[in-house]
């Protein structure tokens, strides 16, 4: 995820108002809340639950503070198109039982 900024939308070629503010979605992990709800590479978040989504900071913040297993309205942009999609939102990782990739990548 990245937020919109001049530089990210020449970088990525957003066609894109000027003033628009949101995130950037880079890519979608398969079997994801976001790929089971129809978020796609290259779709601008722009709200989650009714709220504006101005930055990454913002939707973080929303998606840690829901309830997991909760139903969620966000709306995106694609292709300059205003669309809603409802996210499942998903149970985080236990982080401290979490086996850390460089230690896998280690065989350990």
């Known amino acids: 995820m990245l937020d919109i900024s001049p530089r990210n939308i020449d970088m990525f070629q957003l066609s894109l ?42 939707l973080s913040l929303a998606v840690a503070t ?8 966000a709306t995106i942009v694609r292709k300059k198109q205003r669309h809603t999609v409802v996210v499942t939102v998903g149970r985080r990782p236990n982080l401290a039982t979490a086996i850390p990739s460089w230690k896998v990548s280690q065989g350990r």
Not at 66 to 73: E, F, N, Q
Request: cysteine-free.
């Open 17 to 58: 108002p000027d003033d628009m503010q949101g995130v950037f979605v880079q890519n979608v992990l398969e079997s994801s809340p976001a790929m089971e709800a129809g978020i796609l590479a290259g779709d601008v978040i722009v709200e989650w639950d009714g709220k504006p989504v101005r930055h990454t900071g913002d």
């Open 66 to 73: 829901a309830v997991s297993d909760s139903k969620t309205v």
